[in-house]
């Protein structure tokens, strides 16, 4: 059960797949959802989508790679809200699948990047000080079992996993500016192989059972992990 005065849920790239299944998770638990797409006809799509369902939910275009353009779309939201008390980082790439790190165009290590590290980081940078001055607010970074160093022991892939790896880091390393006193939890789910435009038709988890973790961590009550990377609710080594 969410707290009363907590009400807004941000989940980027949520016009599909993983990021749709937990916004239409979080509105039926009766949050105030944004939806986020760099089309918004998409996006709102899904917001209608979620508010003919019983929900409440409104949808934005939003490169995440875009610096100027998340500036202006968090004082939008905070201008027009107030407040984001759940920020998910949903929206993820991979361009070079299996591809060997000797092989690896630069280009898709920059570009994997800027989606899956410096997004997140940003979008975290926009609303951590809000959800400070408040002493509320659940983060959740949405990554992958193959950025675990620990697990990590077949090559290729390097731009992917290692951008995971990273927003691990950057997860574990927010999470310890978290004061006492301050009820916020900045974690890390792995949503294990599930079938995406990214997972592909093979995965054999469906979108819903993806977003489960994500869900769990963005909803968990006062006193809640905080800095810790979960796969199906367990923790999960780094």
């Known amino acids: 059960m969410k707290p009363a005065k907590f009400q807004i849920a941000l989940v980027t790239g949520s016009n599909k797949g993983i990021g749709e299944a937990i916004a239409t998770g979080l509105a039926a638990e009766g949050y105030t959802v944004l939806i986020t797409s760099r089309s ?28 100027e353009a998340v500036d202006h779309f968090a004082q939008q939201i905070l201008n027009q809200f107030g407040q984001v008390d759940i920020l998910v980082n949903n929206a993820g790439i991979a361009l070079d699948q299996w591809v060997q790190g000797q092989n690896l165009d630069l280009d898709y290590m920059r570009e994997t990047f800027a989606v899956n ?13 809000q959800m400070k001055k408040q002493a509320f607010g659940r983060i959740v970074n949405v990554s992958s079992e193959l950025g675990s160093l620990e697990t990590m022991e077949m090559a290729g892939t390097v731009a992917y996993r290692s951008s995971k790896t990273a927003l691990n880091a950057v997860t574990k390393l927010l999470a310890l500016e978290i004061e006492d006193g301050e009820d916020i939890q ?12 990214l997972g592909g038709p093979e995965a054999p988890r469906s979108p819903k059972e993806g977003a489960d973790t994500a869900l769990w961590l963005a909803t968990q009550p006062k006193n809640g992990p905080n800095g810790k990377l979960f796969r199906d609710r367990s923790l999960y080594p780094w």
């Open 40 to 67: 918004l006809a998409k996006a709102v799509a899904v917001a209608q989508r979620l508010t003919q369902d019983g929900g409440k939910a409104y949808g934005f275009e939003l490169d995440v790679t875009n610096e």
């Open 117 to 129: 590290v410096f997004a997140p980081l940003h979008l975290i940078q926009k609303f951590l000080p």
């Open 186 to 197: 900045i974690n890390a789910a792995c949503p294990g192989w599930v079938k995406t435009a």
